[in-house]
């Protein structure tokens, strides 16, 4: 009898290639998301340098210029902040679309995966079957030598 093959190998290995794309970009979100955390973080701890610097400043004396100077470096810094948690709302939502595309195409390949057992396990009971016959016509075809020979 010939070699196992899983008929539909060639699908079920597709589907594992598209599913390692989709697990790479979820990564690459992820990572994304991780970068935007920490530079919220960095201006986190920028903007608590300015007002330490701004409060430090008034205590000694300072101008409407400085002052308006502080106001707009505080203004940008807010700025880029909110410019940063609206891509990280959106990053939110594609991880989680991401995670679902995922989910799905893992339960596709695990279902090939199954299918294959099945198959394989059919594909050994034939083979026993056939293993089976043979040893029972090999009986057969002594017992019939036997008796001729007696």
């Given at each position: 009898m010939?070699?196992?093959e ?5 699908i ?31 201006l ?16 000694e ?10 106001e ?5 810094i ?23 595309r995922?989910?799905?195409l ?18 050994n009971a034939?083979?026993?079957?056939e ?5 029972s ?14």
């Amino acid at each position: 009898m010939k070699k196992f093959e899983f008929s539909l190998g060639r699908i079920r290995d597709y589907k594992n290639s598209i599913l390692d794309k989709e697990k790479s970009v979820l990564a690459s979100l992820r990572m994304e998301q991780a970068s935007i955390e920490k530079r919220i973080a960095e201006l986190d701890n920028y903007e608590a340098e300015i007002n330490e610097e701004m409060r430090n400043k008034i205590r000694e004396g300072l101008s409407v210029g400085e002052i308006k100077m502080y106001e707009f470096r505080k203004n940008n810094i807010r700025d880029e902040k909110i410019a940063l948690n609206h891509r990280l709302e959106f990053l939110a939502a594609s991880i989680e679309l991401q995670q679902k595309r995922i989910e799905k195409l893992k339960q596709e390949t695990s279902s090939y995966d199954k299918l294959e057992e099945k198959q394989r396990e059919e594909y050994n009971a034939e083979i026993l079957k056939e293993q089976e016959q043979v040893i029972s016509e090999f009986i057969s075809q002594k017992l019939i030598r036997e008796k001729i020979n007696s």
